[in-house]
């Protein structure tokens, strides 16, 4: 079965479970699973208050409010739902936060991984797992070379190097129960991710929204640091993509794999802030390089991503002019006249990736 054949009827009337699903990238993945007709049960902790991406698009599906450090909890989940696969999302997201809590990063980012896998191994019912890492798993040397699969693991930071445990951890499952075993396990690591409905702290995006509502500056720290910025979108359709083909069996794509984007949305964190800045004139900002000081983050990291695009056939949709637009549109959406355009943007994002071929996308954008 071809992935265009598939992607649709592979997670319609599935049991999908959703780790961190009140967070920013895991609402818009229960809103889409839900608009494949997906059957979708959530484990995570409360939203950040009402305007929480969750709380705005409320996804037909079950919302569990727990701690996936409590492996009693997980446990419970799992047995009681009975999932055939997994999205794992929860995680403490922030580089700063995790200078602050390092002991709550890691063990939300390792232990909280562990009582996953744990209780996935445990059900008998899932046939699939992804772990969702980060970019920032790889070993950085601010080197001029994207990253493939194959290179070094690490971390600096404690964010960074917990999301690495992460890696090796799952690694550590996939060699020692998935070659024999039924479950599938695979890792997915994306880039900065970015787009309607996140309201993280410290985040640049948020920040700059929220700045723009009360009428002030954002402070920025490092405006010459590149990422590969991409819509929420586009790692999301790798995911779901690289989920149908464990569902399906298909042991050999047990792997670490790289989502991100062109290489043309590479892009300084200065070029992001004029972008934004042109799309919304309420935006404004201040550099402020002294705050950098105090904590250390990558000047320059990037992605290779041949393997997806030719093994798993995935490409990503939006370059960073529509991913800029599609962003900045959201927030002006919400905070001007409180619409709430998520499903319009998923419909928006379907319909261009059929327009330019994307090899995933034509049954997808037929359904609901």
């Known amino acids: 079965m071809t992935s265009m054949d598939s992607f649709h009827s592979t997670y319609s009337g599935k049991k999908v479970l959703v780790t961190g699903h009140t967070g920013f ?22 939203t950040y208050g009402p ?13 569990v409010l727990g701690d996936i450090r409590d492996k009693a909890t997980v446990v419970d989940t799992f047995s009681s739902f009975q999932p055939e696969i997994v999205f794992h999302l929860a995680a403490q997201p922030l580089v700063r936060a995790s200078y602050k809590d390092p002991s709550f ?148 794509f047990c792997e670490g794999w790289n989502f991100g984007p062109s290489k043309v949305s590479n892009i300084t964190v200065q070029e992001v802030l004029d972008r934004m800045q042109a799309q919304w004139d309420k935006i404004s900002y201040r550099i402020n390089e002294e705050e950098a000081k105090k904590y250390h983050e990558a000047k320059l990291l990037m992605l290779d991503c ?3 695009n030719e093994q798993l056939g995935w490409q990503p949709t939006w370059r960073i002019e529509e991913t800029m637009k599609q962003t900045a549109k959201w927030y002006q959406a919400y905070c001007e006249e409180k619409q709430v355009i998520s499903m319009q943007q998923l419909e928006e994002y379907l319909a261009a990736a059929r327009e330019s071929g994307t090899i995933w996308a034509s049954p997808v954008a037929h359904v609901g």
């Open 25 to 46: 990238k895991g609402s818009w993945l229960c809103l889409w699973l839900a608009k494949l007709n997906a059957d979708v049960l959530g484990i995570s902790l409360e």
């Open 51 to 63: 305007e929480s991406h969750f709380s705005l698009v409320h996804p037909q599906m079950i919302s």
């Open 105 to 252: 990063t890691y063990e939300t980012n390792v232990i909280g991984t562990l009582n996953v896998l744990e209780a996935a191994r445990a059900c008998g019912s899932v046939k699939a797992f992804i772990n969702v890492t980060t970019d920032k798993v790889y070993k950085n040397l601010e080197r001029e070379v994207d990253y493939t699969e194959e290179d070094r693991l690490g971390g600096y930071d404690p964010y960074s190097s917990s999301k690495a445990c992460s890696e090796i951890l799952t690694s550590s499952y996939r060699q020692s129960f998935c070659l024999e075993g039924e479950m599938l396990i695979a890792s997915a690591r994306a880039g900065n991710v970015i787009g309607g409905g996140d309201w993280s702290e410290d985040r640049l995006i948020p920040d700059l929204i929220r700045a723009a509502l009360n009428g002030l500056k954002t402070e920025v720290r490092s405006p010459m640091a590149t990422r590969p910025w991409q819509h929420v979108l586009d790692p999301l359709s790798g995911y779901m993509l690289l989920g149908a083909k464990l569902l399906e069996g298909r042991r050999d």
């Open 306 to 308: 041949s393997k997806a």
